[in-house]
């Protein structure tokens, strides 16, 4: 199956994690993704080790993409890190609102308030930076033009079953109209575990009236724990038959029964033509590595190359 994939790493917060990721980051590098997104903690908690990943990725000739969450955060504190991670070589974003404050508090007010807001604020961060290149004219030796940069790409979050707060009007579909609007472009999906949930969500946004490419996140739950953790996390309803599976399995088993799980999903998801798949790795990079071996997007010669055990 020809398919174009990327891959979520989390930045590691010690010695073992870091390891863990190293490894990934190697073996990611060799499979040349699209991208490889590395997810940032709540409030900017993580924005150090977020920077030490992509920075990890660049050098290794990866794109990167930096995700970003706003809750938590000054405005100017914000713009600040966007400005970090521009100077670093990234240019490619994930945009994000981030939760709000578990107690129902508000937004702080001196927030950005959404994910549209924030597609905004990186749009204009590097629009203010180097604005122009400059670019020869064709037979003209000593004339050039100023031409617009290449702007940075930013993506944003979807939900093909609706985000947790948008009720049944189903007010994430505006809110994904609105990032579009704001300059995204791009989309990647919360996690499912239903191909027909991504197909039905693609038919109402484009029916909506958006266009940009919606890339389907994957988990690959490689453990019962895993499985029901992602599952909270996302708000999505626990698959009975795979969670009953998952906890009755062995470890070895279990992880060759959450690579199977991902085959089968994208394997399905195929016949409704996804612009590429994003696969929620864990820095687990074997299972994912397995996963694209499974459906068939990477040559079997693939192991020796990215050294994976
Ligand atoms: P928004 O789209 O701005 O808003 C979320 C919802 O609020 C909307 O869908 C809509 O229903 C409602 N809403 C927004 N604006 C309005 C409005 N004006 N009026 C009415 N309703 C409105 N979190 C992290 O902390 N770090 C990460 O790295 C991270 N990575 C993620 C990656 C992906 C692919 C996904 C899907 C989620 C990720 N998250 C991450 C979680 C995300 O931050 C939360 O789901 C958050 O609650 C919503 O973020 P958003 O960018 O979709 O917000």
Redesign the pocket.
């Known amino acids: 199956m020809s398919l174009r994939y990327s891959f979520e790493l989390f930045p590691p917060r010690d010695p073992a994690a870091s390891q863990r990721v190293d490894a990934a980051v190697d073996a990611f590098v060799a499979l040349a993704p699209e991208f490889v997104s590395v997810?940032?903690?709540?409030g900017g908690s993580t924005s150090r080790h977020s920077l030490a990943v992509l920075q990890r990725l660049l050098d290794g000739g990866a794109n990167p993409m930096a995700?970003l969450?706003c809750t938590g955060l000054g405005v100017a504190e914000t713009a600040t890190l966007v400005r970090q991670f521009l100077d670093a070589g990234v240019t490619r974003f994930?945009?994000?609102?981030?939760?709000?404050p578990r107690d129902g508090a508000p937004m702080p007010r001196t927030s950005l308030?959404?994910?549209?807001e924030l597609v905004q604020l990186i749009q204009r961060i590097e629009s203010e930076r180097v604005p122009y290149a400059e670019v020869r004219l064709p037979g003209l030796r000593a004339s050039s033009l100023s031409a617009r940069r290449a702007a940075t790409e930013v993506a944003?979050?979807?939900?093909p079953n609706g985000?947790p707060?948008?009720g049944v009007h189903r007010?994430?579909i505006d809110?994904l109209l609105?990032?579009q609007a704001a300059g995204a472009t791009m989309a990647?999906?919360?996690l499912f575990f239903d191909p027909y949930d991504y197909a039905r969500f693609v038919e109402l946004a484009r029916a909506r009236g958006v266009t940009i490419p919606i890339v389907p996140?994957v988990t690959i739950p490689t453990s019962h724990r895993r499985l029901v953790r992602s599952a909270e996390l996302a708000g999505e309803g626990l698959p009975r038959v795979l969670a009953e599976r998952l906890e009755r399995a062995e470890p070895e088993d279990a992880v060759r029964i959450g690579v199977d799980a991902a085959v089968a999903l994208i394997t399905a998801l195929a016949e409704h033509d996804p612009p590429g798949v994003h696969l929620y790795t864990f820095n687990d990079h074997r299972p994912a590595i397995d996963v694209l071996e499974g459906v068939g997007a990477l040559p079997l010669s693939s192991t020796a190359t990215t050294g994976a055990s």
């Open positions: 997810t940032f903690g709540a995700h969450t994930l945009a994000l609102r981030g939760d709000p308030q959404s994910a549209s944003v979050a979807a939900f985000h707060g948008a007010s994430d809110a609105a990032k990647i999906t919360q996140g």
